[in-house]
Structure formats: C-alpha cells, structure tokens
C-alpha cells in the first residue's frame, strides 16, 4: 500500500478510514471489555472490608518496594514509612493499579506501558507537591498534618434545598 503525504491523503484506504472502523470489528463507542480482559485490581481504601486489608497492604507493599528499587526513588519521593501518609497511600495504589493495566500483555496494544510511564513522571511531581512533602527524609516518621472540613450546616441545607 502506497502512502502520499502532502496533502494527508493515504493511497488505497477508504476516504472515511479513521471515522468508521466498524468494518475490522472495532467499535469505539462500547468501554466494556472483552471476555478474556483481567480485572484490575482497584484498591478503594476507604471502603475497604477488614477482613480484605491485610490482602491489600501487603500487595501494595511488594508493588511499592519493586517500584522503589526499579526507579531508585529517594526517600524524598518514598519514605521507609509511606504507609503512614494516606494521601501517598492513594497515589501508590492509584499507580499500582495503572502499572497493572498498562503492562498486561493480553490485552494491551502496546502503548500501555509508555503511558504508564508519562502518567508516572506526572504522579511523581504531585507526590512531592501534595501527597508527600519530604517531611521523613531524615529518617524520622512526622505525621502528616490532618484537615477536618467543617461545614455550616445551615448554609449546607439552604445550599442543598436550591
């Protein structure tokens, strides 16, 4: 097959191919997976049964130490204690849980692991911004500071009753 590029014109292709791929059996408007697709875990803390976390600390546990030694993460990045920060605990789920679907070689087409990779240079700057500020890079556990919202509740049913 011969392609002209000038004019974006591809020789030999239908003039609506890109638009319709209905023909190879593709339908870009269905998000549901084929039977044969793995189910990512998605670890949701915050609704989890007890029973499940022992399960899933030690399976974000095995992700996390891999992932610091296959990155050479400083401590600035993943502190020894990064268990102890939830909004850190998120970010590492959240990133275990793409690196899973990114790199399944069943049914990823190839661009899943360099996406994963972007989505990780990105995760990396807001874990230092805002999940984990450094604060146990000298070795030394601080908590993380803990926010309580506090809503006027009069101005929450004036809010909710519009």
């Not at 590029?5 to 998000?31: H, K, N």
């Not at 102890?84 to 899973?100: I, N, T, Y």
Request: aromatic letters at 12%.
């Amino acid at each position: 097959m011969s392609v002209a590029y000038g004019d974006g014109d591809f020789a030999g292709l239908p003039a609506d191919f890109g638009t319709d791929l209905s023909p190879l059996g593709v339908d870009l408007d269905s998000r549901a997976g084929g039977d044969d697709a793995k189910a990512v875990r998605i670890t949701r803390w915050r609704d989890l049964p007890t029973e499940e976390r022992p399960a899933a600390w030690n399976e974000l546990r095995e992700f996390v130490q891999w992932l610091v030694g296959r990155y050479a993460l400083a401590s600035n990045v993943v502190p020894p204690c990064w268990f102890l920060h939830p909004a850190l605990v998120e970010e590492l789920s959240a990133l275990r849980a793409a690196w899973e679907a990114s790199f399944d070689v069943d049914t990823d087409g190839g661009l899943g692991p360099i996406g994963w990779h972007e989505r990780f240079a990105v995760a990396r700057e807001r874990i230092v911004k805002y999940a984990y500020k450094g604060e146990c890079a000298r070795g030394t556990h601080m908590d993380t500071a803990t926010v309580t919202l506090t809503v006027d509740e009069g101005e929450w049913e004036r809010w909710i009753a519009r």
